[in-house]
């Protein structure tokens, strides 16, 4: 059974930048599609990015494109995710999350076996 545990969330001033940190243990992180999704109070889980087991494969919202980076390291069995020009809108909980490996590279919520417990990024105006 894979475990996540995200880290690096907290306050940030708008144009700022923040990294998260997606921890895996309990499996081998080559295994899996792995993605950041966000959610606010009231709102459902939004997609955010996804990158491919192997790594050579990357996709991203609307809303982040050029401003976010996903990377991974299955070595070291981390995952993060680069924030830059960060703007009050994207104040959520993140998540990490798991997706063992298949033909399709998912962006719903409900594609992904694993998640994280989240964490909160605050972008103050």
């Known amino acids: 059974q894979v475990q996540l545990v995200e880290s690096g969330g907290g306050l940030v001033q708008a144009g700022g930048s923040a990294t998260l940190s997606c921890a895996a243990s309990?499996?081998?992180?080559?295994?899996?599609?792995m993605g950041w999704f966000r959610q606010v109070p009231g709102k459902e889980r939004e997609f955010v990015a996804v990158?491919?087991?192997?790594?050579?494969?990357?996709h991203y919202a609307d809303s982040v494109k050029g401003r976010f980076t996903i990377s991974r390291d299955n070595a070291k069995n981390m995952m993060y995710l680069q924030m830059n020009s960060l703007k009050p809108e994207d104040t959520a909980v993140y998540y990490c999350?798991?997706?063992?490996?298949?033909?399709?590279?998912?962006?719903?919520?409900?594609?992904?076996?694993?998640w994280g417990q989240g964490t909160q990024v605050t972008v103050s105006s």
């Open positions: 999350a798991a997706d063992r490996r298949n033909f399709y590279v998912e962006t719903t919520d409900d594609k992904y076996e694993h």
């Open positions: 309990g499996g081998t992180l080559r295994d899996y599609d």
């Open positions: 990158v491919r087991w192997s790594t050579d494969f990357t």
